[in-house]
T-cell receptor, first 109, second 116 residues
């Protein structure tokens, strides 16, 4: 079966660092995406990992370990506007994106 | 970056009527468009995959006669919810994958449908 797990909710303080984990079991793997989604809006693309290792893009970094079926999204220097849901999605077999349920991040002053 | 638009952004309709939602890629030709629905505080569920000029591929459990998808060109796909019922009320989001952008999907702003 297909399964993507990520924590339901997280809280963090403005200026801090937060790591959102994602584990997956899918039939086929062609890459892993992280999207940010603010309430009532469509997801926006953050990162795409297809090879093992860390991809850094400004305040956001994403890590992938294919052998462990594991990824994380690292957010540094948190800002209030980073309060949103973060969706982990695996590009699996049959050319389809399979989404996790999302992690709702609340950033407090 | 690539831009995907949806219209309308919000629609309220009576039970039994049909609603058409348009998804357009504004800057690039989309090789494939996808339609998702999302319930409150839930993740996106893929409904169907749409390739230009061919029939859409529906996910298991999605009624193709109820959710009609037309992909007439490389920049336009439409989703028609036929004979809508209150349980069809949801957030419908389209996405597009572009020839020059690899596997990344770019999402439209979504359409919030409320069926009374």
């Amino acid at each position: 079966g297909q399964n993507i797990d990520q924590p339901t909710e997280m809280t963090a303080t403005e200026g801090a660092i937060v790591q959102i984990n994602c584990t997956y079991q899918t039939s086929g793997f062609n890459g892993l995406f992280w999207y940010q989604q603010h309430a009532g809006e469509a997801p926006t693309f953050l990162s795409y990992n297809v090879l093992d290792g860390l991809e850094e893009k400004g305040r956001f970094s994403s890590f992938l370990s294919r052998s462990k079926g594991y990824s994380y999204l690292l957010l540094k220097e948190l800002q209030m506007k980073d309060s949103a849901s973060y969706l982990c999605a695996v590009y699996g077999g049959y050319n389809k994106l399979i989404f996790g349920a999302g992690t709702r991040l609340a950033v407090h002053p | 970056g690539a831009v995907v638009s949806q219209h309308p952004s919000r629609v309220i309709c009576k039970s039994g009527t049909s609603v058409k939602i348009e998804c357009r890629s504004l800057d690039f030709q989309a090789t494939t468009m996808f339609w998702y629905r999302q319930f409150p505080k839930k993740s996106l569920m893929l409904m169907a995959t749409s390739n230009e000029g061919s029939k859409a591929t529906y996910e298991q459990g999605v009624e193709k006669d109820k959710f009609l998808i037309n992909h007439a060109s490389l920049t336009l796909s439409t989703l028609t919810v036929t004979s809508a019922h209150p349980e069809d009320s949801s957030f419908y989001i389209c996405s597009a994958r572009f020839r020059t952008r690899g596997e990344t999907q770019y999402f439209g702003p979504g359409t919030r449908l409320l069926v009374l």
